[in-house]
T-cell receptor, first 109, second 116 residues
Framework: GQNIDQPTEMTATEGAIVQINCTYQTSGFNGLFWYQQHAGEAPTFLSY??LDGLEEKGRFSSFLSRSKGYSYLLLKELQMKDSASYLCAVMDSNYQLIWGAGTKLIIKP | GAVVSQHPSWVICKSGTSVKIECRSL??????MFWYRQFPKQSLMLMATSNEGSKATYEQGVEKDKFLINHASLTLSTLTVTSAHPEDSSFYIC????????????FGPGTRLLVL
């Protein structure tokens, strides 16, 4: 079956760095996505990885290892507004998104 | 980036009534649209995939006669929750993608449905 695993909840301190991991097993692979979702809002796109390696975009970076079925989202210089759920999703061979349950990130001052 | 709108953003209705939610792609042709449902503190659950001009494909456990999906044009898909009940109260989100960029889904802002 298809499966996406990520931690349920993480806590970090304002100004610090946090890494949210995601492991996956899917039928086919057409890329891995990270989305941010604030409570009561729709997800917003953060990153897309289809090749191995690190993609950096400002304070956020995303890493992918296809051989290990593994990705992480790295958030630097955390701000209070970064408190949200972070969703890992993999696009399978049918271009369908398979979603993880999301990681709720709590930022403390 | 591409824009997807949803209407209404909020709806409150009585049990037994039907509710229609619209999803529009504003600046691109969406050959495929997806309808998701999200209950509190849970992840997105795909309900159905609709391709323009054809019948929607429903995920296991989703009643197609209860959740009617119409994708009559390349910019509009509608989800109608028929005979809504309190357990249908949820956050409904649509997303859209074009044929030329199948790796990218653009999400609408979501519609919060409360059935009394």
């Amino acid at each position: 079956g298809q499966n996406i695993d990520q931690p349920t909840e993480m806590t970090a301190t304002e100004g610090a760095i946090v890494q949210i991991n995601c492991t996956y097993q899917t039928s086919g692979f057409n890329g891995l996505f990270w989305y941010q979702q604030h409570a009561g809002e729709a997800p917003t796109f953060l990153s897309y990885n289809v090749l191995d390696g690190l993609e950096e975009k400002g304070r956020f970076s995303s890493f992918l290892s296809r051989s290990k079925g593994y990705s992480y989202l790295l958030l630097k210089e955390l701000q209070m507004k970064d408190s949200a759920s972070y969703l890992c999703a993999v696009m399978d061979s049918n271009y369908q998104l398979i979603w993880g349950a999301g990681t709720k990130l709590i930022i403390k001052p | 980036g591409a824009v997807v709108s949803q209407h209404p953003s909020w709806v409150i209705c009585k049990s037994g009534t039907s509710v229609k939610i619209e999803c529009r792609s504003l600046d691109f042709q969406a050959t495929t649209m997806f309808w998701y449902r999200q209950f509190p503190k849970q992840s997105l659950m795909l309900m159905a995939t609709s391709n323009e001009g054809s019948k929607a494909t429903y995920e296991q456990g989703v009643e197609k006669d209860k959740f009617l999906i119409n994708h009559a044009s390349l910019t509009l898909s509608t989800l109608t929750v028929t005979s809504a009940h309190p357990e249908d109260s949820s956050f409904y989100i649509c997303s859209a993608r074009s044929e030329s960029h199948q790796e990218t889904q653009y999400f609408g802002p979501g519609t919060r449905l409360l059935v009394l």
